[in-house]
């Protein structure tokens, strides 16, 4: 299978925070963001394979900053690292003012997804090319968040 870089994966998804989306101090609920953020990962995973993709893990997501009635909520996500049938994607939430155009980072998560073939069964994924020194160094940063998920998951020390 051929690598792939990883800027092929990247997408931005924006929503526009709505009344219905907010709790009482005017802000997007978290749970809303969480769920936007999963979104934004799914179209960052499905274009680095190009199948059908599952929610595996999301690390800790901590909320720097609220998201306004009225702003937008833009998600950048992309392929940070790939496993043999997993992939890693980092997703960027930030508040944008429409009437102004001021973006503010909210918050990050990493995501990992696994690619499934025509049966539910995961399926091997291309290999990650990373091209530029920052995404050299998110995919090193991956192999080490891996791990760690690795460990925790299966109990290790």
Known sequence: MKAKPARESCSEMIEF??????????????GKVMHWVDLAGVLAAQRHCR?????VSVDAMDF???IKVGHLAVFQSCVTYVSR????VKVAVFSEDPLTGKRN???????????????GKP????????ETPAEKAECEAGKKRREMRLRRV????
């Open 123 to 130: 399926s091997p994924v291309p290999p990650l090319y990373p």
């Open 17 to 30: 925070v709505l009344p219905q989306d907010a709790n009482h101090f005017a802000n997007v609920l978290g």
């Open 51 to 55: 199948k059908p993709v599952v929610t």
């Open 105 to 119: 980072q909210t918050s990050t998560a990493y995501l990992t997804f696994v690619a499934l073939d025509k049966k």
């Open 154 to 157: 299966h109990r290790l020390p």
């Open 85 to 88: 049938t997993s992939m890693e």
């Open 64 to 66: 720097h900053s609220p």
